[in-house]
């Protein structure tokens, strides 16, 4: 079975930076689109970021509220997805999944693997 394991979360102080790992096994990892997601008590899930895989093509994708200051990336000899989150706002608090599948959407629904998720904790 495809399991990611997450790791990078923590508690940090607004302006602060996090880097998110998320290391996949049982997959081929290149060919896959992964993506970032978060939820925060009380809320959706909520997409942050994705990139595609080598079959589909696409571009990396954000959603606009961390546009400038997070960055996905990926090391597919290591089978590795990255978030880097700089410029830290406590409305970023959240638990952070990673997940994994056929493309890099901003629909959870597209994605059928996940994470067992990672909390961040970003104070005022």
Do not use: H
């Not at 495809?2 to 102080?13: A, D, F, I």
């Amino acid at each position: 079975q495809v399991q990611l394991v997450e790791s990078g979360g923590g508690l940090v102080q607004a302006g602060g930076s996090l880097r998110l790992s998320c290391a996949a096994s049982g997959r081929t990892f290149s060919r896959y689109a992964m993506g970032w997601f978060r939820q925060a008590p009380g809320k959706e899930r909520e997409f942050v970021a994705s990139n595609g895989g080598s079959t589909s093509g696409y571009r990396t994708y954000y959603t606009d509220s961390v546009k400038g200051r997070f960055t996905i990336s990926r090391d597919n000899t290591k089978n590795t997805v990255y978030l880097q989150m700089n410029s830290l706002k406590p409305e970023d608090t959240a638990v952070y999944y990673c997940a994994s599948g056929s493309f890099p959407r901003w629909d959870p629904i597209s994605y059928d693997y996940w994470g067992q998720g990672t909390q961040v904790t970003v104070s005022s």
